[in-house]
């Protein structure tokens, strides 16, 4: 009787001990602004998430013994705060004007001076294109020293570990076709794939907001030879003779769109600018909510040196996505392959919006057999490609392609290569290859091509984090070094941040390079003026319908043009020391003292095609702006 008394006594000793809060809250700065993307942790746990874009957050299943919670967001002071078994905490965080005086501005992004001690710096690498001998990238795996399961039992596999870097080659446009007629040449006639005759085009409404997931065709005397979908920003990449060297004739494009069908006669190759079109939408403002991400993933042999770090980062990064996002329907699936021969080819969960059954399917996946170098990546992208369900209208669809083998050069896998890239390009697909240790030059060459092909971005990780086997530096000149899982989340937010449709937006419709844009901000009046600018004013509170000067004020910042392929220059009106360029999230990617100059050029074109601010301070409180970059 006394043990069963006893046990009684542990059983409910074990419950008390496990009850949860569950933790809201909003994030403002001294103004009362909310603030986007910062980091909340439950301290001594893995228990964390992030502020949505009104700096709302919730934090569930807290343990009811935790005692703070920690709130870090960059260029702001930390601050942490006892729980006191409250279940709501709203907090103001305080700019830490030290650390944003440690930005310094370089030509990829920004770096930090360590004296600042911060755990996010950033590195920025200065590299020569040329290619180091192939033997210097030959990696001997001795798959003896990790375990099955992906790892080996004694390391720690919490998130933001790993490094990564990213090279946007629509960025460095000019670049990418020297290096790929030079240093990279030998892998076209590998792959058969070369973006290069490149064709954009910009369509938005009649109030200039994007037309987000048109259908465009490129057309050769009425055969279409390329399909692709408009992105968040109502931008489409077009591309002639990139699976093959054909002559093309009487090139046309065609625009399919809520039923209507729209021309552009003799388009303008790149070189030449951005083929732009106004789309009849009646008024109506139609942004799709559906976001739809899928992780093609080796689970090969020799990805054990880093699959459970990966694992944990992309759980970081879905955790965060997923909140800050809530507004939005969020579908996950992922795809596992290895090679003929092993205990499969392909594991998969289909895209869904249940994300705690993908979570626990991808969680769940280990690295095994391979053995040879080339694995079966054609099988992971067909799985995915064309047999999950993607949603008809979304205004993004990426898949994010996690490897460190190439696929195997035979012809047919080749050719299958080319209809998949085809194919994830017609159904508005980006690609996103996250390459591990042990990526060759070839494979480099055939990622970053169908990143190309895809209106997607390049990402690798680096040898900073000391994880894993070596891994290559890429072909480029400069690229800055991230947190991966930060990385991630900030491409997701740059693929579905949209204009707001109460915003409206003018543009000039000459030539691009003399765009403007009318937005409306919290706390900030932007206005159409005669110039062609764009007027930040943070006094005046006036009808942002109108398009006729507004009376001067003190303090103003002219931005133009707006939207932009990467310059900008930026007109100084007032006492305005500096301002800031910070992606959604609230990173900032550059600094810029103004020292009483009038007139600033600064440039963003290294960054991906998206929604960027123009932060800067007048009397203690922040100022915002919105500037498109599409390229």
Known sequence: ???????????????????????????????????????????????????????????????????????????METKTVKIRNRTEINIVLEYNKTELEDVVVSGLGISRDKKAGTNHSSVVYDAPLAIVSDDAYEVDYDYADYSDDGGSPQTNYASHQLTAGEINDFGKWEMWQDITNNQLKEFRNIWQIYPHQRYSVLLTSETNTPIIDATVYLKSQNNTIWTAKTDNTGKAELWANILDSASLKKISIQVEYNGTINSINNPSTFHNGINKLTID??????????????????????????MRYLQSEILNVIDRIDSTHSNLSINLGSVFYRDKGDAYLTVLENLTDDIATAVDFFKNQNAGGGGDFPEAVHSGLDIAINQFNWSSDARARIIFLVLDAPPHDEQNIVDSLKDLTLQAAKLGIRIVPITCSGVDKSTEYLMRSMALATNGTYVFLTDDSGIGNPHIKPTTDKWEVEFLNDLIVRLVNQYVVTPDCDNQIIIDNNDLQNDTILVNYPDTIVSFTDTNTV??????????????????????????????????????????????????????LQRHIVDNQSEVKIDIGMYTNGIYFIRYFVDGQLKSGKVILMR
């Open 1 to 75: 009787m006394s043990k069963i008394i006893y046990l009684f006594l542990f059983l409910t000793s074990l419950s008390l001990s496990i009850n949860t809060l569950t933790i809201k809250g909003v994030v403002t700065d001294e103004s009362g602004t909310p603030i986007p993307g910062v980091n909340v942790l439950v301290e001594g746990t893995s228990i964390g998430t992030m502020t949505d874009i009104e700096g709302k957050y919730v934090l569930t299943d807290v343990p009811d013994d935790a005692v703070n919670i920690i709130f870090s967001f960059v260029g």
């Open 281 to 306: 939408t009646k008024n109506q403002c139609n942004i799709p909510e559906n976001v739809d991400i899928a992780f093609v993933f080796d689970a090969t042999g020799s990805m054990a040196d880093e």
């Open 535 to 588: 007027v930040l004013d943070d006094t005046v509170q006036t009808d942002t319908t109108s398009t006729t000067q507004i009376t001067p004020v003190v303090h103003t910042l002219k931005i133009y043009p707006n939207p932009t392929s990467g310059n900008l220059t930026v007109e100084i009106d007032g006492e305005i020391d500096e301002f800031y360029v910070c992606d959604f999230s609230g990173k900032i």
